[in-house]
């Protein structure tokens, strides 16, 4: 804790009085642009990642990154998504993975969560992800981490479009959905290409999508109070 205190202590007598402009405009009200739900991993920092600033992401974090499929029942994470697509009218929804993901490798040896529940439970979302890697290879092993950490990122994007007010949003052409995995130990990211379903490097996506190019270099802190 007296890591944490020493760093509010900094953030209110260092940082906050440099931005402060910034924060009373987002005192009133926020209006973020993209909804990133990513991993709980304490390794992950969304807006280190993306050098996005306050204000910039509104986020989700859960154990695995997963988005339940729709249903009646409210839990947090389809609210979260509710309210962002729908009130706040976010342009875009990155579900972001990461390597060594301490979920996927729940979800690859279910047997060793006999004593977590509810975490079992939780990763019942990413079944039909291990079901697929574990056809292709006639079973599932270590070495294959790295493979189902992509098909859970792209099982979540399916799951995104049982959700009514994504589905509405995407068939206006108000929402755009991406996959992405980041590596930690490399700082690298990887985008997932639906209409080659491939991953390739943030680079690669970058330079093909100059308006992408464009919005991103304009919320970056260096070009102003965001």
């Given amino acids: 804790m007296r890591k944490l205190l020493a760093g509010v202590y900094k ?5 906050f009085p440099e931005r402060q402009e910034l924060f009373t405009e987002l005192s009133s009200a926020q209006n973020p642009r993209i909804l990133f739900i990513t991993c709980s991993d304490s390794r992950i920092d969304p807006n ?3 050098q996005a600033a306050p204000g910039d992401l509104f986020i989700i974090r859960n154990a695995g990154n997963i988005v339940p499929p729709h249903e009646r029942h409210a839990g ?3 609210a979260a998504i509710e309210y962002a697509v729908s009130a706040l ?6 579900v972001c993975g990461h390597t060594d993901c301490g979920a996927i490798k729940g979800a690859m040896a279910p047997e060793d969560l006999a004593e977590l529940p509810h975490t079992s439970d939780w990763l019942g979302h990413t079944l039909a992800a291990v079901a697929t890697v574990r056809a292709r290879h006639g079973g599932i092993r270590g070495e294959h981490l790295s493979e189902l ?3 859970n990122v792209v099982l979540q994007l399916r ?4 959700h009514p007010a994504v589905a509405a949003a995407i068939a206006s052409d108000a929402l755009e959905l991406h996959g992405w995995i980041y590596d930690i130990g490399h700082g690298d990211i990887r985008c997932y290409d639906e209409r080659e379903r491939r991953w390739r490097s943030v ?12 919005e991103i270099a304009a919320n970056l802190p260096e070009h102003g109070d965001h």
């Fill in 11 to 15: 953030f209110k007598t260092e940082i």
């Fill in 48 to 50: 280190l990642v993306t």
């Fill in 76 to 78: 947090g994470t389809t």
């Fill in 89 to 94: 009218r976010v342009k875009h929804v990155v």
């Fill in 149 to 151: 950490t992509e098909e």
């Fill in 159 to 162: 799951h995104l479009m049982t």
């Fill in 203 to 214: 680079e690669d996506v970058y330079r093909e999508q100059p308006e992408l190019a464009a």
